[in-house]
């Protein structure tokens, strides 16, 4: 995954939350294994809300997908394919 783009940090206390990428969407990682690598990574596609992860802090920071301003046009962006859990019926 394309790691360019603007982190986003806590309103209250500063600390960085998360990452903003270029196309919009936002990436979290979270811990790390011996290799240096996240030990949780997720895209995330929408508006979300997340607490601090500062015990002493722990406000709610609301992040929003499509900035707040008014006239502005909406860049295309990259779609991730929608993934659909099969679902069965138990007809008895």
């Keep these: 995954m394309n790691e360019t783009g603007s982190f986003v ?3 209250k206390c500063g600390r960085k ?3 903003r ?3 919009g ?3 979290f990682k979270f811990g ?3 290799d240096n690598s996240p030990l949780v990574q997720m ?9 601090c992860f500062r015990r002493e802090c722990g406000h ?8 707040n301003v008014p006239n502005a046009p909406i860049a295309p ?6 993934v659909t859990a099969k679902t069965t019926t138990n007809n008895t």
């Design 60 to 67: 709610i920071n609301v992040l929003n997908f499509f900035p």
């Design 77 to 82: 962006i990259d779609v991730p394919k929608q």
């Design 32 to 34: 790390k294994k011996s």
């Design 43 to 51: 895209a995330i596609y929408g508006s979300l809300q997340m607490s």
């Design 21 to 23: 990428m270029e196309n």
């Design 17 to 19: 939350l998360l990452q």
């Design 25 to 27: 969407m936002w990436l």
């Design 9 to 11: 940090f806590c309103e």
